[in-house]
């Protein structure tokens, strides 16, 4: 296991932080007392005195494994979605390295989103298996998994092994990031398990680029080389791009000429540039005026042929979802079983699925009656009846 481990003096804790994202604290005394008979690792692994939390972005964090009970679906933080075509979304974990100031899910330093979530890399993979052989059955084309998430996929410790093992089940793995973590020792490791990584640059420009990804240490440059370096390797490139009007409308035309230069899209398209979204818990940068997509598509045919993107252009058709378990309007007492997400929520688990229950005081351990308001996509969100 790798790790590294410090005494925090003010918290009086012992402090191990895993992978670098991983943060396992243990008070102090109650470490020494097991020091005498276990290793760090048994320590780490079976200590009942432990919090976790993200070390990234410093929230809560819980540890998802088979053993838990937590199912993979039913909620969009993490585990499986399924949205009714024959791409899968797999979500390994919360938790962001960067800020952009229109971060659609308010990721990095969060005031909406109070609890990180991580899921065991087997647990995952196993329901993956589950839910794609479900899909194989009502579906023509092959089977895409596609890892994205409430942040950035790249800070899951296991993402290499994720995605080595989605290779052996799905047709097309492919991966949405923003860069900073991967290296080209990664990319090596990659060929020939992942077929495409859809790539974040939202500038060309240095200093807007850091303005957009709101931290000052965004590294424009190494972003740039890990583009020109997957776009020579087995895997494809999408350069996927948000506009955000007022702040990088130049940089459209220089990130199409980059990419062609360096030769994106060796099988699908090049490039997906995505219009800001105003979204009710997301970031709403300063002065911004959200397009509508008429205008939006407009300026994409402007701008030059094959850039607005149609389901087929990455071989999606609509493929039978996965059965629904609670109606809209159901009425049913569960058990609050995990913290949600964002404050005031709670999540309870029945019948395989995850609900979210919004606005919610009641603590974990605690019953509650609950009424489904939302079931799309077999993702539920309850409120309290
Ligand atoms: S990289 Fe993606 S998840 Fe992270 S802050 Fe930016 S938009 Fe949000």
Redesign the pocket.
């Known amino acids: 296991m790798m790790y590294e481990k410090f005494v925090d003096g003010k918290k009086n804790e012992v402090v191990f932080i895993l992978h670098n994202v991983i943060e396992v604290r243990i008070p102090k005394k109650i470490y020494e007392k097991y020091r005498r008979n276990y290793s760090d690792e048994e320590i780490i692994s079976f200590c009942p005195h432990k919090n976790i939390y993200n070390a990234i972005t410093k929230r809560k964090l819980y540890y998802i494994t088979k053993e838990s009970g937590v199912p993979l679906i039913g909620h969009t933080a993490f585990g499986i979605i399924d949205r009714g075509t024959n791409l899968l979304q797999v979500r390994p974990c919360t938790g ?5 100031i ?4 308010d ?2 330093k969060s005031r909406t989103r109070v609890t990180d979530y991580m899921v065991d890399v087997d647990y995952l993979v196993e329901k993956f298996e589950e839910v794609a052989d479900f899909k194989r059955k009502h579906c023509k084309n092959g089977i895409e998994a596609h890892i994205d ?4 996929p790249f800070i899951y410790p296991y993402i290499v092994e994720l995605i080595r093992k989605l290779s052996k089940i799905a047709d097309v793995v492919s991966i949405q990031t ?1 860069g900073i973590l991967i290296t080209k020792d990664m990319i090596k490791r990659l060929e020939g398990y992942l077929d495409r990584i859809n790539l ?1 640059i939202n500038s060309m420009d240095e200093k807007m680029a850091k303005v957009l ?2 931290v000052p240490t965004y590294n424009l440059k190494h972003v740039l080389e890990i583009a020109e370096e997957i776009a020579v390797s087995q895997i494809d490139l999408l350069i996927a791009p ?1 506009w955000v009007p007022g702040y990088n409308d130049e940089d459209m035309k220089k990130i199409i000429e980059f990419g062609n230069k360096i030769g994106a899209g060796k099988k699908w398209k090049p490039f997906g540039i995505q219009k800001y979204i105003k979204y009710k818990f997301g970031r709403k940068p300063k002065g911004v005026k959200e397009m509508n997509f008429k205008v939006f598509y407009k300026k994409l045919e402007e701008m030059g042929e094959g850039l607005r993107l149609y389901p087929e252009d990455f071989g999606i058709v609509k493929c039978k979802s996965l059965p629904k378990k609670f109606k809209v309007g159901e009425k049913l007492k569960v058990k609050i079983e995990m913290e949600g997400r964002m404050k005031n929520e709670m999540l309870a688990f029945e019948r395989d699925r995850v609900i979210q229950i919004t606005e919610t005081n009641k603590k974990v351990g605690e019953y509650t009656n609950i009424r489904i308001i939302r079931n799309k996509h077999n993702i539920y969100v309850a409120e309290e009846s």
């Open positions: 962001c390295n960067l800020n952009c229109f971060c659609s899910v990721e990095g998430g409430q942040g950035e923003n974040s990804a709101g948000v």
